[in-house]
T-cell receptor
Framework: QKEVEQDPGPLSVPEGAIVSLNCTYS??????FMWYRQYSRKGPELLMY????GNKEDGRFTAQVDKSSKYISLFIRDSQPSDSATYLC?????????????FGQGTELSVKP | DAGITQSPRHKVTETGTPVTLRCHQT?????MYWYRQDPGHGLRLIHY???????DKGEVSDGYSVSRSKTEDFLLTLESATSSQTSVYFC????????????FGQGTRLTVV
């Protein structure tokens, strides 16, 4: 079993829809939780970063972490065609792990005009 | 792309040959990482470096070696390429302990035939 599980999709939604992306994990020691966005044939770029449980909002994006359930989510409101990309969740164990990350498999999202 | 250059961007090589991929950064970041990305696996850490001549293994290090003789350069060598090493390879950098934002390069697409 992978440490981090993510539904690979693909997920297709109409423009303006609310998108929910999720990851589950097995290692309760994970402390830092990130969402990366990756456009086709590009490197991943950091979208959201949260520490421990709770919510964090940035514009149309909201990240949620529920450590008791070992479950993290990314919500995209008013989705746009430019949001079409692969979304990867990533986690790290401690404060000193920097870019030493455990990634989910990635979910491919397509937002149709 | 946070001043990260990967070379080559594409390479086709034959089974059994050695291959070296280069990551060059202009950000003077301390930490550098090599990941590979495969369908169904997301990104997996191969090796990382926490300073000049200081390196350590990641999750999938077998068959790979690394070297870092200068802050700006991190080399990944496939000692004897195999078809299972066909993948997209990403270099990442991060600045310091606790900085969980890793910046990724554009990737190198390697095919071993």
């Amino acid at each position: 079993q992978k440490e981090v599980e993510q539904d690979p999709g693909p997920l297709s939604v109409p423009e303006g829809a609310i998108v929910s992306l999720n990851c589950t994990y097995s290692n309760s020691a994970f402390q830092y939780f990130m969402w990366y966005r990756q456009y086709s044939r590009k490197g991943p770029e950091l979208l959201m970063y949260t520490y421990s449980s709770g919510n964090k909002e940035d514009g149309r994006f909201t990240a949620q972490v529920d450590k008791s359930s070992k479950y993290i989510s990314l919500f995209i409101r008013d989705s746009q065609p430019s949001d079409s990309a692969t979304y990867l969740c990533a986690m790290s164990l401690t404060y000193n792990q920097g870019g030493k990350l455990i990634f989910g498999q990635g979910t491919e999202l397509s937002v149709k005009p | 792309d946070a001043g990260i250059t990967q070379s080559p961007r594409h390479k086709v090589t034959e089974t059994g040959t050695p291959v070296t991929l280069r990551c060059h950064q202009t950000e003077n970041h301390r930490y550098m990482y090599w990941y590979r990305q495969d369908p169904g696996h997301g990104l997996r850490l191969i090796h990382y470096s926490y300073g000049v001549k200081d390196t350590d293994k990641g999750e999938v290090s077998d068959g790979y070696s690394v070297s870092r003789s200068k802050t700006e350069d991190f080399l990944l060598t496939l000692e004897s390429a195999t078809s299972s090493q066909t993948s997209v390879y990403f270099c990442a950098i991060s600045d310091r302990d606790g900085n969980t934002e890793a910046f990724f390069g554009q990737g190198t697409r390697l095919t071993v035939v």
